[in-house]
């Protein structure tokens, strides 16, 4: 009997491989061409040395000094010695472009297209060759907008692995690249092509209780879990908490209420930001958290959000003493500008913090360098992806990044914020914008691996001063590439690093006091 082993790569890619019986990960993984790290092949080395996620397996033979016994109670595993007794979802310590794999692209033909709500719509896609589409609940894909050249945005599963048509949310945004094709041009039956699938936000094996937070949009990823749950035998309980803005932000309740029937020992709730909203329930998600949705610690969580909304909840957590055994988190954008796309893009898949024997718990995404370190790593690729877009931004694109810069300086007051919460959003997609105009994916996710927003959602506040040159350093950076000025551009951006470390630390201090 053969089983299904899910690669995830350091850089979100996920391969999917077929393992026959008696037959080794790494056997499989070979004879499909990917290069998963391997040199002894005789569990001496170590490697080959993976993590997983999710499975049984026999692990078979290997020397001390390849696997310690304690790395193999935390989960960790030989793929050259190991043999799955079931569906296995093993996190591969490279990146798929080093295993020489990419993600893979897929043909499909619009099917269906719903607005559900004032600010949402929903779409559905037929799959060619659906049975070579394989995906883990949670995960996204990049959909390829037609018409728009060959430009993608990025969007999460809506509907679970199983099921024969595959469908999504978007959030619907005047002058969004995808949100204007639905609107004005999309046909039943355009075809359309994604790739992937992608990310490291998925449903592990449950193990415990879980609670699933969603952000918006960020719906759909947990939408996809509850589909794999609702064909589980007698799952643990689950809790879900939808937070919106908007009482016209709700969508897909109906399909909610049907998961309680589906589910044994589901249930949610829908928490509504406006003051003036009908919920019964409103403010934050964190604001309607129960003992019993926590179990002390005992439970798994699953939350897909914008940073502010992950750093809330972490926030939360370590101000109520509890430590959930998993937190896995998906962060997206907010920006809301022309040609580009809102929350509804996943960003930041990243590796779990190694598991170890006395604290096997792990948050996804979370990154343990300092500020500095990490505004370095990103002034670093901006000056290298510098190199690949200067002079080759169209009109439209230098437009686009202008309103970037604008939209981020209109959170700022000189050296005070005026929403501290909307600067770390915008601000982000302004530094992301580059790395998604040069159409490089390996230089994507270097730069969506990167937790400075999450580092800024933590730190920045209201009452916090900041350096009065950042926003005229984006402005400045815009102009250089305006004048197809390569040096000015690299010197704004240097200075720019300075600037923003300047009012992290202040910021850092003033919060230490």
């Keep these: 009997m053969s089983h299904q082993v899910a690669l995830a790569f350091e850089d979100g890619i996920t391969r999917f491989i077929k ?37 049984k397996y026999d692990g078979g033979d290997y020397i001390e000094e390849a696997l310690t016994d304690d790395e193999a109670e935390a989960g960790y595993c030989l793929p050259c010695q190991m043999v799955p007794e079931s569906d296995l979802v093993l996190q591969i310590p490279t990146t798929s472009d080093v295993a020489k794999t990419s993600a893979t692209t897929f043909e ?65 945004t005047d002058g969004g690249l995808m949100s204007t094709y639905m609107r004005d041009t999309a046909q039943i039956g355009d075809r359309i092509n994604f790739t992937g699938p992608m990310g490291s936000f998925f449903l592990r094996e449950p193990k415990r209780q879980s609670l699933l937070l969603a952000g918006g949009t960020g719906l759909a990823p947990l939408l996809a879990i509850l589909e794999k749950l609702a064909g589980m035998d007698n799952p643990n309980k689950v809790h879900l908490i939808y937070g919106v803005n908007t009482d016209i932000d709700l969508v897909e309740l109906d399909v909610l209420q049907d998961y309680t029937q589906r589910i044994a020992g589901f249930s949610f709730d829908t928490v509504v930001g406006d003051p003036q909203s009908a919920s019964e329930k409103k403010g934050y998600v964190t604001n309607h958290f129960e003992p019993q949705h926590l179990a002390e610690g005992d439970v798994d969580i699953y939350l897909c959000g914008p940073p502010p909304m992950v750093e809330g909840v972490r926030r939360h957590l370590e101000s109520e003493g509890i430590q959930p055994q998993n937190f ?36 996804i995404g979370e990154e343990h360098a300092s500020f500095e370190a990490e505004f370095d790593a990103r002034m670093a690729l901006e000056l290298a992806v510098v190199e690949l877009t200067m002079g080759k931004l169209t009109e439209g694109q230098l437009g686009e990044f202008k309103v970037l810069a604008e939209l981020a300086g209109k959170t700022l007051d000189g050296e005070k914020f005026v929403n501290a919460e909307e600067f770390t959003v915008t601000n982000d997609a ?11 994916e390996h230089l994507l996710q270097a730069y969506r691996r990167l937790d400075v927003p999450a580092l800024m959602a933590n730190v920045l506040r209201q009452e916090h001063w900041i350096d009065g040159a950042v926003d005229a350093d984006h402005l400045g950076i815009v102009n250089a590439f305006e004048k197809q000025d390569i040096a000015a551009a690299r010197t704004a951006i240097t200075a720019h690093n300075e600037h923003a470390k300047a009012t992290m630390a202040a910021a850092a201090k003033a919060g230490a006091k």
């Design 430 to 440: 302004f530094h992301e914008f580059l790395f998604k105009a040069v159409g490089n």
């Design 19 to 55: 393992v026959g019986a008696n037959e080794t990960v790494a056997d499989a993984s070979y004879k499909a061409r990917i290069n998963i790290p391997l040199d002894c092949r005789d569990g001496a080395c170590g490697t080959c040395k993976s993590f997983c996620e999710s499975g």
């Design 108 to 172: 499909s033909t619009l099917t269906e297209i719903r607005r559900i709500s004032e600010t949402t719509y929903a779409f559905s896609l037929e799959v060619d060759k659906r049975e070579d589409l394989s995906f883990l609940p949670g995960q996204y894909v990049n959909i390829e907008v037609p018409g728009s050249g060959g430009q993608a945005r990025s969007y999460s599963f809506s509907s679970g692995p199983e099921v024969d048509i595959v469908s999504f949310l978007i959030r619907i």
């Design 328 to 363: 896995y988190y998906e962060k997206f954008a907010l920006a809301v500008v022309p040609d580009a796309e809102p929350a509804e893009a996943p960003a930041a898949p990243a590796a779990p913090a190694a598991a170890t024997p006395a604290a096997q718990s792990y948050e």
